[in-house]
């Protein structure tokens, strides 16, 4: 449903279209430096000379001034200015002109003197150049001439000229006369038309977008006016009405309050307010209003060039309400360090905005309406009208959360070594976490079916960093795989050499460093005979190659080193004295306990250690055998199937086959007495 104060302002801004309102409501002004009613900031060689009109330069050389109005103007808004400006009596030599600016450096602004008519060093500006000497480099005209100019350059060559150069009165090649003309420049932001008037005429239109191709965006600019001499010179000010921005077709006070009514009329002009009601004076420019409720006015008076115009506003009376906004909602993350506060009314203008907070909240920045905010507390926006009548607050509470989703790794073994190349890493997260892995350099990884699993052969450290989707907020866990590829260093010694005489070697002097792990031991050889019951201390009984295998217990890496047992070919035992012994005692007294053969000229020789075949027989005294053997030596312990025989007189036949150092055979026989 259309409220009815919405009927009225469509109503108003239609009329305003059609009767060219150029009605100004305000309700205060900054103080200024030169004492009139405006917020005027002069710089440089310029002066007020009287009420609004200020001088930029006297007759004189290398003259530079410069005149801005206090408060921003807002090119999101249209708006008509209208002023008179005087370029001296000096003509043929009279020099340089003046240039109506945009510009975001500030009040205090100064350019640079002579042809460039104080412009130069605005960047980014926007210009209407007024200019009466002819600067040929820049392509001006010889008549005095108007132009659209940019960035602080006074070139009308593009990039930075952006219209013109044409004749700046369309009577006349000279403005150097004297004489005030009469200027308007407006700017509608619908179309980005901007236009200026000369003498009453238009001169130079163009369609340019001053808030994307000039300003990058900002909308809020100051405005005023530049002004030079070089060599020569002129005279040169720019004469202001007392109300110069229009601002709309409606104001809105309280109860109670006040609120002026201006409109910028012609010098001498004469205003006509209807109704009259409750107005301090009808006929004047200026007026107070003080309405008891809400109240619909139109002014008609001689404008611009003395043209007959209609104005038309609605004073709003209802009471002061304040609003808020937020940027991006009201919570502080690690996605959103700050938040920005909008700050508003249904006061047009006319009001103040002050920003609170509760003591726990932070300021980035505050100034005006809105405010920038960096940490969680209740924000208050205190809305005051300026006359101090009305007041109203809203309050923003602004929390924060910088939760985070916790992350651990584990891994699927102790360490990465000779039995476990590769290791899986389990992240284990919320569900929603998003895991990112810090990979180190030279990695050799793949992940796995599972995201949340990687599986690497390089040690170090491993990183993932858990990200709350919710706000950005991350932490990181890391974990260290350790490595252990140490192998053992093995040294498998040396041995005896095998004789005849001494048909088993021992090896000595095997080493397995480092010594601080557990090692496991595993002797191999293709042809040869080996004891390795001890098997740091093993006995080698045939030549050959005799190989070491070493494993660490703690990490399963292996190593080898082999040892050659060597058997002296030339070795020789003569066997020619080998005797049977006639009696043994295998009772346990630990003295010739075992039958064997031994020789007579050595009878410590182990002889059987020699003998390649050996068959043994032995006979009791009927003639039966109690005992045989066939095949390699050995030693008759006095038992048959485990079972000691009984003492008594046996008769042995023994017969052997020697090959070290040559082949010797040999048949014994003779009686044995078994004693016990």
């Not at 890391?478 to 005849?500: K, M, Q, R, Y």
């Not at 007579?600 to 020789?605: H, I, K, L, S, V």
């Amino acid at each position: 449903m259309t409220r009815p104060r919405d009927l009225l302002v469509t109503f108003f801004i239609h009329l305003a279209r059609w009767s060219r309102v150029a009605l100004v409501l305000s309700c205060s002004l900054l103080a200024s430096k030169d004492h009139s009613g405006q917020a005027y900031f002069l710089n440089g060689t310029a002066s007020s000379i009287e009420g609004d009109c200020y001088q930029l330069t006297t007759t004189q050389s290398n003259q530079n001034g410069t005149v801005w109005n206090g408060e921003f103007i807002d090119l999101e808004s249209p708006f008509e200015l209208s002023f008179t400006m005087n370029f001296g009596t000096i003509d043929a030599t009279g020099a340089d002109g003046m240039v109506f600016v945009l510009q975001d450096v500030g009040t205090d602004a100064l350019g640079q003197s002579g042809g460039a008519l104080g412009f130069n060093g605005f960047d980014p500006s926007f210009g209407v150049e007024f200019d009466t000497w002819n600067n040929g480099q820049y392509g001006d005209l010889i008549q005095d001439h108007i132009g659209f100019i940019s960035d602080g350059s006074v070139n009308h060559a593009p990039p930075t000229g952006l219209g013109g150069p044409v004749q700046a009165s369309l009577e006349n090649i000279n403005i150097e006369d004297g004489a005030d003309h009469p200027v308007k420049i407006t700017w509608d932001p619908v179309t980005q038309i901007i236009a200026v008037y000369f003498d009453c005429s238009l001169r130079l239109a163009a369609q340019i977008d001053l808030v994307a191709d000039i300003f990058n965006g900002q909308t809020l600019v100051y405005w005023g006016f530049t002004g030079s001499t070089g060599g020569s010179f002129n005279t040169q000010s720019v004469c202001l009405s007392e109300n110069i921005i229009a601002t709309g077709p409606e104001t809105v006070i309280c109860p109670g309050a006040s609120v002026e009514l201006n409109v910028v009329g012609a010098p001498n002009a004469t205003y006509t307010w209807d109704p009259p009601t409750f107005l301090s004076n009808p006929n004047d420019a200026t007026t107070l209003c003080t309405p008891d409720s809400s109240m619909a006015y139109t002014v008609t008076y001689a404008g611009f060039c003395d043209a007959e115009i209609t104005d038309s506003v609605f004073v709003f009376v209802e009471p002061l309400v304040a609003s808020a906004e937020t940027s991006e909602g009201t919570t502080i993350t690690c996605d959103i360090s700050q938040i920005e506060l909008f700050g508003a009314s249904n006061f047009p203008n006319g009001v103040s905005y002050d920003w609170q907070s509760d003591g726990l909240g932070n300021f980035v920045s505050n100034l005006g309406p809105n405010a920038t905010v960096d940490s969680p507390g209740i924000y208050t926006l205190v809305v005051t009208s300026d006359d101090g009548v009305c007041i109203d607050e809203i309050s923003v509470d602004i929390t924060s959360d910088f939760t985070t989703l916790d992350v651990t790794l584990s891994s699927s073994g102790a360490q990465l070594d000779c039995t476990t190349e590769v290791l899986e890493i389990t992240a284990t997260a919320a569900a929603d976490a998003l895991l990112e892995w810090t990979i180190p350099s030279d990695a050799n990884w793949y992940w796995s079916t599972e995201p949340f699993v990687l599986g690497t052969s390089t040690p170090g450290a491993w990183s993932v960093t858990s990200t709350n989707p919710s706000n950005g907020c991350d932490m990181e866990t890391t974990l260290v795989l350790e490595a252990d590829f140490t192998e053992p260093l093995v040294e498998a010694g040396w041995s005896d050499t095998i004789t005849c005489a001494s048909p088993a070697a021992s090896i000595y002097d095997i080493l397995i460093t480092p010594e601080n792990y557990t090692a496991v031991f595993d002797w191999t050889w293709n042809v040869g005979s080996l004891n390795a019951v001890d098997p740091l201390n093993p006995i080698a009984y045939l030549p050959g190659t005799y190989v070491l295998n070493v494993a660490f217990e703690e990490n399963g890496c292996s190593s080898s080193d082999s040892v050659f047992v060597y058997q002296d070919p030339e070795a020789f035992v003569d066997a020619s004295s080998t005797t049977l012994p006639n009696v043994f005692s295998p009772n346990g007294d630990g003295t010739n306990e075992r039958f064997r053969p031994f020789l007579a000229n050595d009878p410590e020789f182990p002889l059987l250690s020699i003998v390649d075949r050996y068959q043994l027989s032995i006979f009791n005294r009927w003639g039966n055998a109690v005992y045989t053997h066939d095949g390699k030596p050995v030693e008759w312990d006095g038992r048959i199937n485990g079972e000691p025989v009984t003492e008594g007189v046996y008769y042995v036949k023994m017969s052997y086959l020697i090959l070290c150092g040559g082949e010797q055979r040999g048949t014994l026989n003779g009686e044995l007495h078994l004693m016990r």
